[in-house]
């Protein structure tokens, strides 16, 4: 009796039953984070591709705002919801029938005019304009007072001495106005580079309300937090394994000690 030694393992985490036991503890959590990250993903990523078109500009007519060569997200809407100072993607067939980027700065029923004190004039009010190249004037060449017709909009490019825009087709029938069932889309943000999203055109408030933000931010939110949840749950599953593992050995080798 005196040469035999006794072990006891204690009912709990320790041992290999325990050791077992939490691997598979930190697998099921590891597939649910997983899982769960796939969802919010896929479902971020398949949200956007409804909501967003993806457009890259070729010229420098909206810049500062949007580069030659930047990528931007437009996000579908019906022409009536454009507002003022809203940046739109349309496509026109006296315009080339092409899509081209303008921001709106006049509607239906607004009078425009430029340049008085160099600003630009809507409905007797100065626009104040921060969004144009530092330094630059609101147009480089006067613009006649126009009258907009109603369902229709006004637009001038942010680079005003480089854009084919509204005052390039004032002699047309529709004095450099387009429909509002020309508009595609309305851009929320450079992504390439990746400027984020475009500034609030605060000059208009005066004049009416402000398009509001579309989701893109929650949109990149659900991406970004799908990805984490799935690249952490991949991880967590071998380490947790890992772990239980190292304690089984450390408990085996305690136990022998004994």
Known sequence: ????????????????????????????????????????????????????????????SMAPTIGAGDRVLAQRIDGDEVRRGDVVVFKDATWSNVPMVKRVVAVGGDTVSCCQDGKLEVNGK?????????????????????VVPKGRLFLLGDERSGSLDSTAHLSDAASGTVSRGAVQARVDAVVWPMNGMLEEPAGFEELGALSSPGPLRTVAGLVVAGAVLILGGAAYGPLAKRAGASRSRANAGTAGAR
């Open 126 to 146: 100065e626009i104040d304009e921060p969004y144009l190249p530092e330094g630059s004037a609101a147009e480089f060449g006067n613009i006649p007072e126009v």
């Open 1 to 60: 009796m005196s040469g035999q030694s006794t072990t006891r393992t204690v009912p709990g985490s320790s041992g290999p039953g325990g050791a077992r036991a939490g691997g598979r503890t930190g697998q099921r959590l590891s597939g649910l984070a997983v899982a769960l990250g796939m969802v919010l993903f896929l479902g971020g990523f398949a949200w956007g591709a409804v909501l967003y078109l993806p457009y890259t500009v070729p010229t420098t």
